[in-house]
């Protein structure tokens, strides 16, 4: 068998893995910057 394919979907998977992790990460930091404004207010 051919591992070539076996490669570009451990890269896909890897590279998926990665941009949830980075998206997970912008969308708490947002959530932490809200809440740090709403007690700058208060």
């Given at each position: 068998m051919n591992p070539i394919p076996f490669l570009?979907?451990?890269y896909i998977?890897?590279?998926v893995i990665?941009?949830?992790y980075l998206l997970?990460?912008?969308?708490?930091y947002q959530k932490l910057k809200?809440?740090?404004q709403d007690?700058?207010?208060?």
């Open positions: 570009y979907a451990a998977v890897t590279g990665h941009a949830v997970t990460l912008y969308t708490r809200r809440e740090m007690l700058e207010r208060k």
